[in-house]
């Protein structure tokens, strides 16, 4: 059977039920540009290294786009610190960061107590 009738034009129903086809397949499209545009946001994301998020050493090792054995290396050697659960490493983000730039990381660290301090001296005069 063929979408033509014998004068060789598509009927009303056809018409429609091609319009529906056409309305379907251009949702699906928009849908899968959606997806396509959230997995790309995600994984554009996923490149940067929050410091409150604990990482597994597969995520660590993508992070700083460096081996496996790398990782247990820094982890054995204590450059990198973790904690074991489970019979696997959990490392914080900040460990991370701090084993990339101590420099930043000692500023930061310094900069938090003197406000600690600071804050600590205003609440005694109360």
Same mark, same amino acid.
């Given at each position: ?18 319009r ?5 397949? #251009?949702?699906?499209f928009?849908? +899968?540009?959606?997806?396509? +545009?959230? #997995?790309?946001n995600?994984?554009?994301?996923? !490149? ?15 992070? #700083? ?7 247990? %290396? ?14 696997? &490493?959990?490392? #914080?983000?900040?460990?991370?960061? %701090? ?12 900069? &938090?107590?003197?406000?600690? %301090? ?6 005694? !005069?109360?």
């Open positions: 059977m063929t979408p033509f009738d014998t004068s060789g034009k598509l009927t009303s129903a056809e018409v429609t039920s091609a529906v086809t056409n309305k379907s397949l #251009l949702e699906t928009k849908t +899968c540009k959606l997806v396509t +545009c959230a #997995l790309s995600f994984l554009t994301n996923m !490149n940067e290294i929050k410091p409150g998020v604990v990482y597994t050493t597969a995520e660590t090792q993508k992070l #700083l786009k460096i081996s496996e054995s790398t990782v247990k %290396r820094l982890l054995k050697r204590g450059l990198l610190r973790a904690n074991k659960i489970g019979g696997q &490493y959990r490392i #914080l983000g900040h460990e991370i960061l %701090r084993t990339l730039s101590p420099d930043i990381d000692r500023q930061a660290t310094h900069s &938090y107590q003197d406000l600690k %301090r600071k804050v600590a001296r205003k609440i005694k !005069n109360w």
